[in-house]
């Protein structure tokens, strides 16, 4: 069982940045992938990035790619998301997540096969 618990979002310009935390609950933070997503109301929840055990593997979507930067401390028990250049369409729910399962080297899960949701954190970028 793995708790996770978003923070740092809220209000921002265009062209700022944010960074977002993740703590997470479980002895088996260090050995598991994490991934963030968003997710704005009426739409499918979105992938942003993923990020392996070790944090030695990362990746993001297209549209994030080049702003965003996903690390973790596995001594803290959290993962973090880097927000830079937020544009108007980055406003979405943030959530991080995870499938619990402990991987071995850069492996990442699929995107369905992540099982556990923090509560999600707002960000809203302001034109």
């Known amino acids: 069982q793995v708790q996770l618990v978003e923070s740092g979002g809220g209000p921002v310009q265009a062209g700022g940045s944010l960074k977002l935390s993740c703590a997470a609950s479980?002895?088996?933070?260090?050995?598991?992938?994490m991934g963030w997503f968003r997710q704005v109301p009426g739409k499918e929840r979105e992938f942003v990035g993923d990020?392996?055990?070790?944090?030695?593997?990362?990746g993001y979507a297209d549209s994030v790619k080049g702003r965003f930067t996903i690390s973790r401390d596995n001594a803290k028990n959290t993962v973090y998301l880097q927000m830079n250049s937020l544009k108007p369409e980055d406003t979405a729910v943030y959530y991080c997540?995870?499938?619990?399962?402990?991987?071995?080297?850069?492996?990442?899960?699929?995107?369905?096969?992540?099982?556990?949701w923090g509560q999600g954190t707002q960000v809203t970028v302001s034109s």
């Open positions: 997540g995870t499938d619990g399962i402990s991987r071995v080297g850069g492996s990442i899960p699929r995107q369905f096969e992540y099982r556990y």
């Open positions: 479980g002895r088996i933070f260090s050995s598991v992938a």
């Open positions: 990020i392996s055990r070790s944090g030695g593997r990362t």
